[in-house]
Structure formats: C-alpha cells, structure tokens
C-alpha cells in the first residue's frame, strides 16, 4: 500500500473517532457558548430573540448594588473554603498514608462517602442537624455561644455554615489526590532524610510539601474554580438570604434569567462570572507555579 | 580507641512470621571495605538497612566504633547510605542535596559551602553544583549520593547495590573510583551486591549471605582458593564452579580416588585429610579455569555453545551423563562446536563436597 493512501485512511480512522465527540461539543457546548456571548448584548427575554442593546447589560451590571454584593460573598465563600479545604484534605491524607493495608483503605472510604452524596442530600442532613428546634448539632452551638442559632438565617452564620457543609461534602476527593500525591514520593527520600538527621518536622517541610507542591497546587486550582461556582448549596440551604448576606453570583443569573425573563442580562452575568474564573484561576496557578519553583 | 569498624553479635530479624536474618555474627575492622555478597532474597540488604537503622533489630547487638547503636536513632549512628535509586531529593539543586545534612544541622554558610564543595571537588562534580538530580546522567546522579554521605563525614558508609541502576561500562568505572574513594578516605564502608565480581574487585573482606546466615566471610581469594561450602563454592567466581557427582572407591593414607557417576571410567586421586570409606558419595567441584583439554584419557564433553570473549572462551556442554560442563580456554576460534573434546583437571584443584553440600578437606 503506498503512503498517501495508508495516511489517507489513517486521517479517516482518526477523523471517525473523534467525529461523535466534536459533533457534541459543537452542538452542546460551543454553540451554547456563543449564544451566551450573542445574548449579552441584547434586551432578549429567556426564549425568543431581543434588540441588539451593545454593552448596555455590562453598564447595568456595573451599576446594580446586589452584584458587587454577590462577588463580595462569592469571593467570601472561596476564602472560607479554599484553603481550609486543602489543608484539611492535606491533614487527612497525611494521617491516613500512615495507616496500612485494608485499614487505610476502610478509612479512606469513609472520608470520600460524603463526595458521593447528590447535593440535594447533603443539604438536607445538614438542614435536619442544624435545625433551630431540634437539630442534633444545636446543643454543640449552644454550648459555644450560650444560645440556640438558625444558622441559616443569620447573616453572620450563614456563609461559614455552608462552607462548612461544602467541605465535608466535597473533602473525600481532594484527599484522594493527596493520597496520591503522597503515594509518588519515593520512600527512599524519607529514608535518606532519616539518615540526614531531619527530624518529623523537618521531613515533612522539606521533602514532602515541595515534592507534594504541584499535587497541592491542582487542588487550590480545582477548588477556586469549582467553589467560585458556588450555586446548589447556597439555593437549598438559605435561598440567598438572610438579607442577601448569602447571594452570589451564580444565585443572581438564576433569578434574572428564569424568574425575571431577564436572558440578556443573566447572560451578561454569567460572562462576567466566566471571565472572573478564568482570570483569577489563571492568574493563581501562574502564582502557585512560581512559588513552586521558588523552593 | 579500638580498631573495630562495626561488630554484629548474634543479629537476628524477621518480619512478622519470616526469618529473613538468622543470627549473624561477624566483625568489620576500622577502615576495611566490607561486602555483603549473595543471590536475591538472601537478607543482604535487610543487614545493611539493619546497621543503617532503617529497619529494627529483632534480636542481637549492633556495634559501631565502641558505641552500641542497636536502638539509637539513624541519624545518630555515624552512618551515611548511597542507596540503589540514589534517593536525590528531586527539588534541590546538586548543592542543596549534598548539604542537605549540614542545613538541617544549622551549619554556618560559609562551613556548609566549604564542604560542598571539597566532596564536588574529589567527585569532579564542581561543574554540576547549580544542576537538578533530573538534569544529571546515571553516573553523575550516583556521585551526587556518594557526595552526600562524604559531606557527613560519617564513620562508616553503607552503600546498598549502588552501581546496579547503571550500564556495564559505567560500572566498571563507577567501581574503581569507589576503590579510590576507599584510600582517599580510609573510612570503613560496607557495600551490598549481588554481583560476585564488585565483591572480588572491591572488598578487603566479603561476606557470602544466603538463607539469613553468613556462609563464610574472608579475603576474597581467600574465598575463592578455599570454599567451606558448595554455595559459596558456586558462588564466588565466574562463570561458576561445576559439579559432579562422585563416589569413593578407594582410600590411601591421604589421599582418595573418587570415580564420577556420570562417567564411571573416569576417576581422579584427590589429597585429602578426611578419611571417607569407600562407597560414599560426594560431590567434586571443579572451576572451569583448572579444566585442560587433553589428548589421551579424560571427561568427555560434548560442546554445544563456545562463548568467545576474545581472550577467553568458555567452552559450554555436557558429560555423557548429561551433567553441564563449562571449561575456559585461552584464546577464541576453537571451532569446538558440535566436537567431543576430552578434558582433564589439575587434581590439585578439585573441591570435595559432601552430597548436603559442607567442604571435606
């Protein structure tokens, strides 16, 4: 067979096989995303077509109190969650990867449970435990503050209560990338460390948390993304509220898109979102890499 | 200040139910090259990481100058280990990885570059100080290792099978300048192998393991003229010893004539101190540098493969028995492929064994 004609049929093999896949990208995703771009320049209801308005929603937009609100919570949220989550997740790992054999196995599992939770159900364990009037966890806050809270609807409880709830949901898989993380470091270092003279302390700052860097580095990265998307968890436990102290931004483009008819200006919204994820996602992992390579 | 390097007093390890070391006693004076010598799974390693400290002491005493270490720390024993992966910590720099002791030990700069920099220097790796382990070839990175354990200054070095990650022609180098690094330093090391051959070049004293007990130790020539067993017999020289099966038929004052069994009209008249009545079998153990063709009466070997090595060859077949025979030959291009060749050892040279394997002298 000559050449031309087996890259031929290479080309056309290659091109079966990834045909279904871009067939769905282009008619779920991409032609999605640029309606979404198209919309946000338009005065355009939910369904049916609007007038072309230009930036008029980005002006709005800069102008509307509740989405600086929504960004100041949205961002809260990520510094309540973010880093306490991976240093937790790193806590956990750390302490399972000593256990052995069938014991780390059974208690790993039982750390990544919640992660297989639908939100739905997590949400509502945690409604029933911190329930006002007979949640298992009030007489704990009681013993703390010296009175019952309805979490939920105070102001100051509210964002640290669902953080709270988010990361025991969502801690089983991130350390799970610990434990693999943990897993890649060589014993031998460890070894070597020991004969060095390095004590506990010192193997762990010098050997494991730069080598495990680039691991921990994923998991801030995962976790700014997927927490500056906070929406599910917000919706079933308090609605946005008490007084907007738990709106975020993803909670403002559901209202404007499908309880306001608004689809231009929610998809303004979800622009902006998307382009605040990508610049500070970016902007972190450029961060985290320079740190890294610092040590 | 006595001259022992580091003493072993009955030293025992097992993993939960498996015996992996079975009492080793032995003595390494100051300054020696010791290795440990035997087939995987003989325990060697597992007595290295013993001394190291990297595994604990089931039962027995590890000593090292004076000290008795058995239960003291790693760091604490005077111990540094070049291990068979090199273990470099991939993040540092060459620097970083050979003054990583001295950091955690809060040394002044200037004294933790001093260092550095004399071990860089004796290892020609002055250039590669500002490299990454990831940067480095095979050699260097196992220089770097060594480096670290000199900046330490230890008093004694342990180095566990640090020359198998690296191609034959490396090795070769790689070992002589440890032999080197012996003399410049003169600081007792013990090093692990499984190869007969880094043990032979190597060592002031070797250590033959196998089945958790030391099967004999000596110089290595030592071990080589005069075996105390049919393992260590087999073990230490290249290609190994062969063996047959024999058995007395007669005794005179001093001397025996065994007849072998797999060619009963050949037999040899062996000097030997032992009396064995006739009858006894036991086993006769020839290297293959004592086999000599002959042209008239001998073991008759069917050739089937020649190894050439150009210098030497090593003849490979069969006795009509059908025991394998390797003899060596000077030179090449014997064209002894597919012949019968009729060969005979120096009687001087013949090992004899007992059928379980001990040395009758």
């Not at chain 2, 030293?11 to 100051?30: A, L």
């Not at chain 2, 009509?320 to 390797?326: C, D, F, H, L, S």
Request: one cysteine or more; a neutral charge; aromatic letters at 10%.
């Amino acid at each position: 067979m000559s050449t031309a004609k087996r890259r031929r049929r290479e080309l056309r093999n290659a091109a079966l096989m990834v045909g279904p896949f871009v067939l769905i990208l282009l008619i779920f995703f991409l032609y999605p995303t640029y309606k979404v771009i198209a919309l946000s320049f338009t005065d355009a209801p939910l369904i049916g077509e609007g007038e072309w308005i230009g930036l008029a929603n980005y002006a709005k937009l800069l102008n509307d109190k509740l989405f600086y609100t929504s960004i100041w919570n949205n961002f809260y949220f990520v510094l309540l969650t973010v880093i306490p989550t991976t240093v937790i997740a790193l806590l956990i790992a750390l302490a399972v990867s000593k256990l052995k054999g069938r014991m780390q196995a059974l208690i790993l599992t039982l750390f990544f449970l919640p992660y297989v939770l639908p939100v739905s159900v997590v949400t509502l364990i945690w409604a029933w435990m911190l329930d006002f009037q007979f949640g298992i966890l009030q007489p704990l806050i009681e013993a703390v503050t010296g009175k019952s809270v309805p979490v939920f609807k105070n102001p100051h409880w509210v964002m640290p209560m669902i953080a709270v709830v988010t990361i025991w949901w969502t801690n089983g898989f991130n350390v799970l990338l610990m434990i693999a993380g943990l897993r890649n470091i060589p014993t031998d270092l460890y070894e070597a460390a020991a004969l060095d003279g390095a004590t506990a302390w010192q193997r762990f700052w010098r050997v494991t948390w730069p080598l495990l860097w680039p691991v921990t580095a994923l998991v801030l990265t995962l976790q700014l993304i997927l927490q500056l998307k906070l929406f599910d968890q917000v919706y079933l436990l308090s609605k946005g509220g008490p007084f907007n102290s738990s709106y975020v931004v993803l909670m403002q483009m559901y209202r404007e898109a499908f309880q306001l008819n608004n689809g231009g200006y929610a998809s303004a919204i979800a622009m902006v979102l998307f382009l605040i994820i990508v610049i500070v996602s970016v902007l972190q992992f450029q961060l985290l890499r320079i740190g890294g390579r610092r040590k | 200040m006595s001259d022992t390097g580091v003493q072993l007093k009955d030293v025992k390890k097992s993993f939960s139910v498996v015996d992996v070391i079975r009492g080793v006693d032995m003595e390494i004076k100051r300054g020696q090259f010791a290795v440990f010598v035997g087939p995987s799974g003989c325990g060697k390693s597992t007595l290295l990481r013993m001394i190291a400290g990297l595994e604990d002491t089931s039962a027995g005493k590890i000593l090292i100058g004076d000290r008795d270490v058995t239960d003291v720390d790693p760091a604490d024993r005077g111990v540094a280990m070049v291990f068979q992966s090199y273990a470099l910590y991939p993040h540092l720099s060459v620097f970083e990885n050979m003054a990583f002791s001295l950091r955690l030990a809060k040394r002044p700069k200037a004294e933790v570059k001093e260092k550095v920099h004399e071990a860089a220097q004796v290892l020609q790796l002055t250039e590669q100080l500002d490299k990454k382990p990831a940067q480095l070839s095979g050699g260097q990175r196992q220089r770097v290792a060594i480096g670290r354990a000199i900046v330490r200054a230890p008093e004694v070095f342990l180095f566990d099978e640090p020359l198998s990650n690296l191609d034959a022609e490396l090795r070769v180098q790689m070992r002589l300048e440890l032999a080197r690094l012996h003399l410049k330093l003169g600081a007792t090391m013990i090093y692990v192998t499984h190869d007969q051959v880094e043990a032979m070049t190597l060592a002031d004293v070797i250590f033959v393991l196998q089945g958790g007990y030391v099967q004999q130790s000596g110089a290595p020539l030592d071990l080589y003229e005069d075996p105390s067993n049919r393992f260590v017999a087999g073990f230490i020289g290249s290609p190994s010893m062969n063996f047959f099966n024999a058995t007395v038929v007669a005794r005179a004052d001093g001397r025996l004539t065994a007849r072998l069994d797999g060619q009963p009209d050949q037999s040899f008249d062996i000097a030997m101190t032992t009396a064995l009545e006739p009858g006894t079998p036991v086993t006769l153990g020839i290297r293959p540098e004592h086999l000599v063709v002959s042209e008239g009466e001998g073991m008759r070997v069917t050739v089937d493969v020649a190894e050439e090595l150009g210098g030497v060859s090593y003849q490979h077949g069969t006795l009509e028995g059908g025991e394998a025979v390797i003899f060596q030959q000077i030179g090449a291009r014997h064209g002894m492929h597919g012949t019968v060749q009729t060969i005979l050892p120096q009687t001087d040279r013949i090992f004899v064994f007992s059928r379980e394997g001990d040395r009758i002298r």
